[in-house]
């Protein structure tokens, strides 16, 4: 996940360095957008739907192939360096 790249307020934006505003930006309740996955080769097809549709699509992140020691989520900041991330949202799967 890229962190600058998931929507929040130009307020918000600002303040990415803030550990409180990462958290809530990761981990915060009251979810208000729909996160799905799909096939690279679906992007453009996916982008026209949303155009259509007149929905704002955003590309966070990238889905790619586990590692032995490596997360199971890696949430990049500025720069491309990894984030340590202490508090995590529900886990729906728990």
Not at 65 to 75: A, E, L
Request: proline share 6%; charged share 30%.
């Amino acid at each position: 996940i890229e962190l600058g790249r998931i929507p929040a307020s130009a307020a918000a934006k600002r303040r990415l360095d803030r550990r409180l505003v990462r958290e809530a930006l990761l981990a915060g309740g009251d979810d208000y957008e729909l996160v799905f996955t799909a096939a690279r080769s679906r992007r453009a097809r996916i982008e026209r739907i949303g155009r259509r549709l007149g929905l704002r699509l955003t590309r966070i992140g990238a889905i790619v192939p586990p590692r032995r020691g490596r997360p199971p989520v890696t949430v990049f900041g500025t720069g491309g360096k990894p984030l340590a991330i202490r508090r995590t949202g529900y886990d729906h799967f728990g």
